[in-house]
């Protein structure tokens, strides 16, 4: 049996191999045939010129479109140039490039127009009117849709997309200062998804409410239509396209995502509309599936997988159109200042507020608007293959002119006819300097519209198949471009973005670039002085820091966190740590040499109180400097110059503490010495009230300045409307309010003790001494009136970082003075004491805690506390007169130093709540 099987199996394999052959050659010959039939003058098209290959077969658009890859209509565009405005360019297609007659090819009224099977053959959704050859059942088709997206149906549906403008500028405002650049057409694109759900299915898909741009339909759809021209010649591969569901788990989370909402989610809403409209569920918001459920279409074309389909094409034609004609608005208005300016302007004029636009009938009316949205249109093509129409009960007679003479031409009824987008947008007759991005093409010199560029305009196509979505996308445009320039644009940067990235280079039905590579920006910190739209800005964000147009340094490392210290943040942080160490040393030894003689008073537990807080402040200033304050914006990425801010904040709350904390050491003590003169303790305790009515000012105003107060350095908040914040001038009137009233305290602090010293009977030698001293005290006022200006700063709020941190270092020095100033006469004694005592510790005497024979203070239990603080040198003794010690500071008091004779005595007379015991021996002294 097996040997008898071999040959018979050899046989039946020489045969099928035959047929096979036989087969192919006649279907080569076939072939052969068709060409030499289709340029022959046998041919309805012989006489239509182009190249003769292109008449014989498709095999010249097969290796442009397939094997160079959408490369077909350049090579058309060549084709015009040598054979005219009418060329054959497949054995039944011819391409013209004259607009004029374009309203012939895409003809209105009865005159009926199919779409050629091999342009039907790309798209995969051949069930929606996008996709139906027959110019009738398209018709029928496309009635109840077209009834969905007209004008009066966008009137009651515009407030949505008005809401999702919004969106769209919130979130990317909300990417100021990241300093990362992204593709804006991705932005775009997910703001285009959302506008066609949201109107087209009640439901936006929420790429808006995602974080960050991905996923978005943008490169899932070049994905998706990149088989366009393998479907158009192999149909039978389009069955491919249904295996996406299949393996939708198992292919990249973007493209699965756009497979899932196109053919399972979109037919799911389908069954739920159909079910929900046989159980007698209404809504009052239409959507596209009602609409096309309730309508007079067959049965069949109520089909679940018919009106998915529709649904699908809405989605697909209205996403990257759309939002590719945004981007290449918005990187020509990036490139062209002055056509932002202007266009800046303009809307000026009729915006007041750019978060309540006006509704898009009354932007239609701005002509330069109108301007740039054609310019972008033009070049971004919107389809910029090419699109046939046949028509099919009538001959088109075309009449134009090719050399400087007349051409004419028939197409023949039942042949293809169309044109492309990219052919026609640059033809120069119409368009001078084609590839130029000039919107006053668009107007006359009176700056009206100008009709018959308008007319030469191929984006939306024309005619009975034009886009249906038309008055849709333009309310897309007119809303999202203003909100753009208005809001976002100014703080837009492009990066590493050139004119390449936006040039036609090949099309997948959709135009696409060299590279894909997309409209790189980066979105700045909003800038006040350079923006075009500064007023609404300093209203909504005047918190936000800025920065100029050269402010975007690309060397800036976004994920730095600590910058090495040098120049001013450097200079800032070693001034401030001296200062800081001067202060701990110098109150850390009279707070010792109080402690040590028990004399320790309320005003040196201020003045220590006030350094540990002193303490805390300059810890914070040197972590804001080491994360960028000082530094300009343009040297800082987003969280340092958000955490800098923040420490700044923070810092400012602890200053303002310490610094009251430590004047009111120094008014205590001061009131000491002015204790019997009521003059001067008014004035003490007015002064005091200033003192702490300025800190409440400056703590609660800068509190209060920004709800949440994090707002200040998370503008976020303020953009996406959780957050904001009083005008900038508050800030600036706190500001001033501290400084003022710290200069009058400051120099209150010179003014008070030497009126009391003026009063003794120092020398004059002496006097001047401690007038020296004193006017070292007045340094603090001086340097305070050093940062008045950097106050002023704060109206500009351009790199603020940077001004700011002179305050810090102005208000750290003075911090720091009164807190030296006021110990400096503790340490005199101190090293007297050291030295002449020959041991670190005070003397027995003076250490015993207990009355003094001689002193008493100010509410408390006889002490030895002369009011020695501060920038007082009046030291006062009380006693008998033979007891009467020399004026020293109030450590000193507590000296056995033998009296000099020459030294010079104050009789002072206290008027202060004291024990009585202390009074009696007080009159028995003075009795005495
Ligand atoms: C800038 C935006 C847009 C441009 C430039 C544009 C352009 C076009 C063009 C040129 C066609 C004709 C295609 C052809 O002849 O084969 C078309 C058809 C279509 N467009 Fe648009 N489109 C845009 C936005 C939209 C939007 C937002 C929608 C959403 C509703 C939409 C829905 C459609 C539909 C459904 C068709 C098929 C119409 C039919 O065959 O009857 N388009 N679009």
Redesign the pocket.
């Known amino acids: 049996m097996g040997t008898q099987d071999v040959p018979l199996t050899r046989d039946t394999s020489f045969h099928t191999a035959y047929y096979v052959l036989v087969l192919i050659s006649a279907w080569v010959a076939f072939k052969v045939l068709q060409a030499l039939y289709n340029v022959s003058p046998l041919h309805p098209l012989s006489h239509i010129p182009g190249p003769r290959i292109a008449a014989a077969t498709y095999l010249l658009e097969f290796y442009y479109d397939v094997v160079k890859f959408g490369c077909y209509t350049k090579e058309i565009k060549k084709m015009h140039e040598q054979y005219g405005p009418i060329v054959r360019i497949n054995p039944n297609e011819v391409h013209c490039s004259d607009i004029s007659f374009a309203d012939e090819i895409?003809a209105v009224g009865g005159r009926k127009r199919d779409?050629p099977l091999h342009?039907i053959n790309g798209s995969a959704l051949g069930q929606?009117?996008?996709?139906?050859v027959d110019h009738d059942i398209?018709r029928l088709?496309?009635v109840p849709?077209a009834k969905f997206?007209s004008r009066a149906m966008i009137a009651r549906l515009e407030p949505e997309v008005h809401g999702l403008v919004q969106k769209l500028c919130d979130k990317l405002l909300a990417q100021s200062g990241d300093n990362e650049a992204f593709d804006i057409a991705m932005a775009y694109s997910c703001f285009?998804s959302d506008?066609?759900s949201s109107?087209?299915f009640g439901e936006s898909f929420g790429f808006l409410d995602q974080k960050g741009w991905y996923p978005n339909f943008r490169a899932p759809t070049a994905s998706i239509l990149r088989p366009v021209f393998i479907f158009r010649f192999f149909p039978w591969t389009k069955a491919s396209a249904g295996l996406g569901k299949v393996f939708v788990d198992y292919v990249p989370k973007d493209i699965a995502l756009l497979i899932r909402t196109l053919q399972i989610d979109l037919p799911a809403k389908v069954i739920k509309a159909k079910a929900d409209i046989d159980a007698g569920i209404t809504y009052d918001r239409p959507t596209i599936f009602a609409s096309l459920l309730q309508s007079e279409l067959e049965l069949s074309d109520k089909e679940t997988h018919r009106l998915a389909d529709?649904a699908a094409?809405?989605?697909g034609?209205?996403?990257e159109?759309?939002s590719?004609?945004l981007s290449v608005m918005t990187y020509h208005l990036l490139t062209k200042p002055d056509i932002l300016a202007k266009l800046t302007r303009e809307l000026k004029a009729v915006v007041e507020d750019p978060k309540q636009l006006p509704a898009w009938p009354v932007l239609e009316t701005l002509p330069y608007l109108g301007a740039v949205i054609q310019e972008g249109?033009r070049l971004?093509?919107?389809?910029s293959s090419r699109?046939a129409?046949i028509p099919t009960e009538e001959n088109l007679l075309y009449r134009g002119e090719w050399n400087k003479k007349p051409v004419e031409h028939v197409i023949p009824q039942g042949y293809a006819v169309g044109m492309s987008?990219f052919i026609t947008h640059h033809d120069h007759r119409a368009f001078p300097d084609s590839y130029a991005f000039i919107p006053e093409r668009w107007l006359d010199e009176d700056g009206h519209r100008r009709k018959d560029v308008e007319r030469s305009m191929?984006?939306?196509?024309k005619g009975?198949?034009?886009?249906?979505?038309?008055n849709?996308?333009?309310c897309?445009?007119h809303l999202c471009l203003t909100a753009l320039v208005l809001r976002v644009i100014p703080q837009m940067r492009l990066s590493d973005t050139t004119d390449e990235d936006l040039a036609y280079d090949h099309d997948m039905f959709i135009p696409m670039t060299k590279e894909n590579r997309g409209v790189r920006v980066i979105i700045a910190w909003r800038t006040f002085n350079s923006g075009p739209w500064t007023s609404y800005t300093e209203i909504a964000c005047p918190q936000l820091p800025v920065s100029s147009s050269t402010a975007m340094s690309t060397t800036v490392n976004p994920n730095e966190r600590i910058i090495p210290l040098d120049g001013l943040p450097l200079a800032i942080l070693a001034i401030s740590c001296v200062f800081w160490v001067l202060s701990v040393i110098t109150v850390s030894m009279r707070a010792y040499t109080r402690i040590s003689k028990a004399i320790f008073g309320l005003d040196d537990a201020f003045m220590v109180a006030g350094t540990i807080v002193y303490t805390a402040a300059t810890g914070l200033a040197i972590y804001a400097l080491l994360v960028g304050l000082g530094r300009l914006e343009a040297d800082l990425n987003a969280w340092q110059r958000s955490e800098a801010m923040k420490y700044y904040i923070i810092w400012i709350l602890t200053y303002v503490l310490a610094l009251a904390v430590v004047k009111s050491s120094i008014w205590i003590t001061i009131l000491r010495i002015a204790s019997t003169k009521i003059n001067l303790r008014v004035t003490v305790y007015v002064l005091l009230g200033i003192t702490w009515a300025s800190f409440c000012i400056t703590f609660i105003g800068t509190l209060l300045y920004c709800r949440p107060v994090r707002t200040i350095w998370t503008p976020l908040l303020v953009l996406t409307g959780k957050g904001s914040c009083a005008p900038v001038g508050t800030f600036v009137i706190i500001g001033h309010v501290a400084t003022v009233s710290t200069i009058v305290t400051d120099l209150a602090l010179v003014v008070v003790p030497a009126i009391i010293l003026w009063n003794t009977q120092m020398k004059k030698q002496q006097k001047l001494q401690a007038f020296g001293l004193l006017s070292f005290a007045s340094v603090a006022s001086i340097i305070t009136m050093v940062r008045i200006p950097y106050i002023n700063r704060f109206e500009g709020m351009t790199n603020l970082q940077f001004w700011v941190a002179h305050i810090m270092l102005c208000s750290n020095v003075e911090t720091g003075i009164g807190c030296v100033a006021s110990s400096v006469p503790s340490l005199r004694h101190f090293f007297r004491g050291e030295t002449s005592g020959g041991s670190s510790g005070p003397s027995n005497k003076r250490s015993t805690p207990g009355p003094s024979r001689d002193f008493f203070t100010i509410g408390s239990q006889p002490r030895l506390t002369p009011a020695d603080g501060g920038f007082s040198l009046s030291t006062v003794r009380h006693g008998r007169e033979e007891n009467w010690e020399p004026l020293h500071d109030g450590a000193s008091d507590q000296s056995d130093t033998p009296i000099d004779p020459k030294g010079l005595y104050k009789k002072q007379t206290y008027a202060v709540d004291i024990e009585m015991k202390h009074l009696d021996e007080e009159r028995q002294a003075r009795g005495r």
Not at 380 to 383: E, I, L, P, R
Not at 458 to 461: V, Y
Not at 464 to 470: D, E, F, N
């Open positions: 895409y779409k342009q929606a009117g996008f996709g139906t398209h088709r496309r849709l997206f285009t506008a066609i109107y087209s529709e094409a809405v989605v034609a209205g996403t159109t759309t590719w004609a249109l971004s093509y919107g389809v699109t129409r987008a191929l984006a939306f196509s009975s198949r034009s886009c249906l979505g038309m849709l996308a333009l897309e445009l």
